[in-house]
């Protein structure tokens, strides 16, 4: 029988962080060509100005 996930061992701010560095792969990995800084900017929703 599995044991229950210690929530104490739980970091939301990095699970984020895997599941946009995860899309972001599958974004490039899509494309015949590298993504540019600023597509990459862009799909990560910053305001870069």
Do not use: K
């Amino acid at each position: 029988m599995l044991e229950p996930l210690d929530d104490r061992l739980r970091d939301d701010d990095v699970l984020d962080e895997i599941e946009l560095t995860s899309r972001l792969i599958i974004a490039a990995s899509g494309r015949e060509t590298p993504m540019s800084q600023a597509e990459i900017d862009a799909f990560l929703g910053l305001d870069v100005h």
